[in-house]
Nanobody
């Protein structure tokens, strides 16, 4: 089955850390740009981070820059989002997506334009 599967979402205290994983099955990620999005109830989708197939110069939204790190391990066919210093405004369902569009345009794509889109993983920040 061709799909992206996110994991790692959990309940964490403010200031804590989580690592999300985005694993591909049925295809290889190495030629794809991968991005992370989040969507909180009642809010618009937000592009959080993006990494292109060469893993050069990742992009981060201002809201997470300096706290989140996106990385990829092509040998494991997986992309990660390390989230540090989590804040009360970070809780959302986090989704990963894959496409061959470069990061400069990737986060602007409509959902149905992506080659692959995962089912999401819930991140909750609460004391």
């Amino acid at each position: 089955q061709v799909q992206l599967v996110e994991s790692g979402g959990d309940l964490v205290q403010p200031g804590g850390s989580l690592r999300l994983s985005c694993a591909a099955s049925g295809f290889t990620l190495d030629s794809y740009t991968i991005g992370w999005f989040r969507r909180a109830p009642g809010k618009e989708r937000e592009g959080v981070a993006c990494i292109d197939s060469s893993a050069g110069s990742p992009y981060y939204a201002d809201s997470v820059s300096g706290r989140f790190i996106i990385s990829r391990d092509n040998a494991k066919n997986t992309v990660y989002l390390q989230m540090n210093s989590l804040k009360p405004e970070d809780p959302s369902v986090y989704y990963c997506a894959a496409d061959q569009t470069p990061c400069s345009h990737f986060l602007l794509l409509d959902r149905d334009e992506f080659a692959y889109w995962g089912q999401g993983t819930q991140v909750t920040v609460s004391s």
